[in-house]
């Protein structure tokens, strides 16, 4: 049984992000699931397929949380620029 997931996130710093996670995209941890990450616009989209739920559960929360720690990271670094 096959299982997706589609998350969108609607940011100004879409393809910052985009750019940041592009090494994690192009090594391929498991052969259980397959990422699919792409801008439009203002938004960053993830897809996630996988081959059962349990994989398609743990790669979501890995990408949620390489998403967020680089909006994180973006959001720490613009706030030090803006303050010099």
Do not use: C, G
Request: no cysteine; charged share 25%.
């Amino acid at each position: 049984m096959e299982a997706a997931a589609e998350s969108i996130f609607e940011t100004d710093k879409a393809f910052l992000i985009y750019k940041i996670l592009m090494p994690e995209i192009e090594t391929q941890v498991t052969e259980r699931s397959r990422i699919n990450l792409h801008v439009f616009k203002d938004k960053l989209i993830l897809k996630v397929v996988a081959s059962d739920l349990v994989s398609l559960r743990s790669t979501m929360n890995t990408w949620l949380r390489l998403i967020q720690v680089a909006y994180e990271i973006l959001e720490l670094t613009s706030l030090k620029v803006k303050s010099n």
